[in-house]
């Protein structure tokens, strides 16, 4: 009786397939299709990220060989021209090519200490490169420049973005104790001893910077300027 059950089964699905074999393999080949597009689609993409990537060194190449140059008006030349292109290629593409070619941008007004222009470049490093190791230290270099400015409060919040980010950033210690460091300039006392005691609560085995920042929390609590 099983038996029969099972060649009765057989020959329902035999039968359901020989009657349904048309579609069935209009499905088929489509899920080989979908496959095979997804497979070629990865493909490309991995192709033009290479090539991307390849594109931003060759343009850093091009940025470190004005810096060879002697005169200051044959470097202002090369490294307006290079800025052109950095900008076009920056606005073109995204991710880790992306953004070195706006951290380059940053390097060219770094030479220059136009200290605005290198904070624009940083936090469109960051935002092109958020997935890449870059984006950390893209954010950093945005608080530097932001505190070259004065803007406390802005490099404050830059240097924050940066000890918090997802991706792995040897710095993020370095970055919170700035958080306090600009705290105690703006007189901002709790906010410093808040920011230093979070140094020695993520990064306690980091000795230089929970050194420091044990240190200044005694001097704050204290009072000691």
Known sequence: MEKNEKTNTGERINDFVQRNRKPIFILFGVIVLLFVGSVATFSLIDVFRKKAISEAEELGRRYEQTRSIYSEDAVKSATDAL?????????????????????????????????????????????????????????????????????NADAIELYAQSASHPMSFPEAPHAQFSIGRLNEAINDRQGAIEAYRLV???????????????NRIIALEAGIQ
């Open 83 to 151: 800025l052109v292109d950095l900008e076009t290629f920056a606005k073109k593409n995204s991710g880790f090519a992306g953004g070195r070619a706006w951290s380059i941008i940053a390097s060219i007004y770094t030479d220059r200490k136009e200290w605005p222009q290198v904070e624009t470049a940083w936090r469109n490093a960051a935002a092109a490169a958020s997935k890449t190791y870059l984006g950390p230290v893209s954010l950093f270099n945005a608080a530097v420049a932001a505190e070259e400015q004065g803007k």
């Open 200 to 214: 020695l609560a993520k990064w306690p085995d980091v000795s230089i910077w929970a050194s420091l920042a044990r």
